[in-house]
C-alpha cells in the first residue's frame, strides 16, 4: 500500500518568514496530493492540493510543487503570519479500480508538520 | 446545519459497553470515510463508502463496525473496545468523481 513521509515534524520560523514543508510518497500510481490544516481542537481542513498532471498550483501565500520523477511533493508558505500556526498535513490518494478511477479514494496521510509562527 | 457532523463530541465508554458514533453531511456527497487520528499516528483511513456501499476496510478489528444507511448518513458501531481505541474519530465526506474530502470536527473517544 501507499507510504507517506512528512518532514519536518515540528518547524519554527519568525514572522514573515516562508515555511516549507517535505513529503515522499511510495506509490507511483498516487494521482491526487492534498494537503490540510489542523488547528488545535479543530477538524482538518483543506487549503490546497494538487493533482499528478500538474508541476505547481499556488493560492495566494501557499503553493504546492509536485516532482512525479522524486515522487515528492512540498508546501510552501510564504509571508508567515501568527495565524498560520497549527499543524499540516499532506496525504496521497490512488485511484479506486485503476487509472481511470471513478471511485471514492481514501487518503494516506504523513505524520503531520506542527508549524510554529514566532512573533 | 451545514457541512459534515459528528454527533457525540465527545465519548467515554468501558470496555464492554456498546456505542455508536454518527456523522451526517449536508453537501450532498455520495461517498463517506471514517478515519482515526491517534496521538502519536498519522490519520489512518478505516473505511470507505461509495454510494452506500463499503468499498473499503482498511484491516480494522471487527469491534467496529461500520453501516451507512444512506449516502448522507454514517455510522460507526463500538463494542468490546480496547484502551489503545481512544482516539479522534472523523468522518468526512466527497463527491464520487471529486478527490477533494471534507471533514467533520471528529468524535473524541476515551476508552476506560
Known amino acids: 500500500g501507499e507510504n507517506v513521509e512528512q518532514h519536518p515534524s515540528t518547524l519554527s520560523v519568525q514572522e514573515g518568514d516562508s515555511a516549507v514543508i517535505k513529503c515522499t510518497y511510495s506509490?507511483?500510481?498516487?494521482?491526487?496530493f492534498p494537503w490540510y490544516k489542523q488547528e488545535l481542537g479543530k477538524r482538518p481542513q483543506l487549503i490546497i492540493d494538487?493533482?499528478?498532471?500538474?508541476g505547481e498550483k499556488k493560492d495566494q501565500r501557499i503553493a504546492v510543487t509536485l516532482n512525479k520523477t522524486a515522487k515528492h511533493f512540498s508546501l510552501h508558505i510564504t509571508e508567515t503570519q501568527p495565524e498560520d500556526s497549527a499543524v499540516y498535513f499532506c496525504?496521497?490518494?490512488?485511484?479506486?479500480?485503476?487509472?481511470?478511477?471513478?471511485?471514492?479514494?481514501?487518503?494516506?496521510f504523513g505524520k503531520g508538520t506542527h508549524l510554529i509562527i514566532q512573533p | 446545519e451545514t457541512g459534515v457532523t459528528q454527533t457525540p463530541r465527545h465519548l467515554v465508554m468501558g470496555m464492554t459497553n456498546k456505542k455508536s458514533l454518527k456523522c451526517e453531511q449536508h453537501?450532498?456527497?455520495?461517498?463517506m470515510y471514517w478515519y482515526k487520528q491517534s496521538a502519536k499516528k498519522p490519520l489512518e483511513l478505516m473505511f470507505v463508502?461509495?454510494?452506500?456501499?463499503?468499498?473499503e476496510n482498511n484491516s480494522v478489528p471487527s469491534r467496529f463496525s461500520p453501516e451507512c444507511p444512506n449516502s448522507s448518513h454514517l455510522f460507526l458501531h463500538l463494542h468490546t473496545l480496547q484502551p489503545e481505541d481512544s482516539a479522534l474519530y472523523l468522518c468526512?465526506?466527497?463527491?464520487?468523481?471529486?478527490?477533494?474530502?471534507?471533514f467533520g470536527p471528529g468524535t473524541r473517544l476515551t476508552v476506560t
Open positions: 463508502y461509495n454510494f452506500k456501499e463499503q468499498t
Open positions: 496525504a496521497a490518494s490512488i485511484p479506486v479500480g485503476g487509472s481511470s478511477g471513478g471511485g471514492a479514494d481514501g487518503l494516506t
Open positions: 453537501l450532498g456527497h455520495n461517498a
Open positions: 506509490d507511483s500510481a498516487s494521482n491526487y
Open positions: 468526512a465526506s466527497s463527491q464520487v468523481g471529486r478527490d477533494e474530502q471534507y
Open positions: 494538487i493533482r499528478s498532471n500538474v
